[in-house]
């Protein structure tokens, strides 16, 4: 049974600005003065965003001088992606095979 899918990583996804702000980082690395512009969102809301995205390892961090540049990590992306793929295809079999469970 998949049981690799990071609950963490899933509700970070479920957030409409968070999906933004990564799709926004699969283009190019931003700083947060970038994604204010692009988003529409306040600084601080962004920040928080931002910091909760490098906690789930789906971004990291580069500075330049005074900036500090956020970037997609294709490997994180990847993995999820991999463990996604792992569950569709174990539940393509359960239903192909009609597996049930007998009640007792």
Not at 59 to 83: H, I, M, N, Q
């Amino acid at each position: 049974m998949v049981t690799s899918v990071d609950t963490e990583v899933m509700k970070a996804l479920a957030d409409p600005l968070r999906m933004q702000i990564l799709r926004l980082l699969a283009v190019e690395s931003l700083c947060v003065c970038h994604l204010v512009e692009e988003t529409g969102a306040k600084q601080t809301n962004l920040s928080n965003h931002l910091r909760l995205l490098r906690q789930t390892g789906l971004v990291e961090t580069e500075s330049c001088g005074r900036f500090l540049y956020y970037k997609l990590k294709p490997a994180a992306v990847a993995a999820l992606a991999e463990d996604l793929v792992a569950l569709a295809d174990q539940a393509r079999a359960t239903h192909d095979a009609d597996t049930k469970r007998p009640c007792p």
